[in-house]
């Protein structure tokens, strides 16, 4: 129900997530979520996407953005993909063991809600956990 897609700076993540973003419009049978922090992708989705700016909503760290997307699932069944851009920064924090936890929670809330999640993580992939790396 995860997919993960790691890599630093620069090296074409978003602009990946950005064609899964557009293709998911013709495939999802439900709503599609994007979550972001700052407006860069404003104008490079379709407008069907729900593009939501996290800065927006003061969320500090993991478990805030848990209860942040429980909170868009609760108000909205009809969600069967969610994307996160730069998930570390939404947080404020680096990629470390609370990462993999949150990745663990997200996928066991996927599952229950069959929820699809597409995350980019801003960091040097060779640095990542075994438990980041299952998400691949």
């Known amino acids: 129900m995860i ?13 990946q997530m950005i064609e899964m973003i557009n293709n998911a419009v013709q495939t999802e049978h439900g709503n599609v979520v994007c979550i972001e922090k700052g407006n860069k992708l404003t104008f490079d989705i379709h407008y069907q996407i729900r593009l939501v700016e996290s ?5 500090a760290d993991y478990t805030a953005l848990k209860g942040f997307v429980s909170g868009l699932y609760a108000g909205n069944y009809d969600i069967t993909h969610i ?3 730069s998930l570390t920064k939404i ?3 680096e990629c ?3 990462t993999e936890n949150f990745l663990d ?3 066991n809330f996927g599952e ?3 929820i699809k999640f597409t995350i980019t993580i801003s960091d040097d ?3 990542a956990s075994e438990g980041i790396k299952k998400y691949f």
């Open 3 to 15: 997919r993960v897609i790691m890599g630093k700076k620069g090296s074409g993540k978003t602009k």
């Open 55 to 59: 800065s927006q909503y003061d969320i």
């Open 83 to 85: 994307f996160i851009d």
């Open 91 to 93: 947080v404020g924090r």
């Open 96 to 98: 470390d063991n609370d």
């Open 105 to 107: 929670w997200l996928n």
């Open 112 to 114: 229950k809600h069959n």
């Open 125 to 127: 992939v060779t640095l």
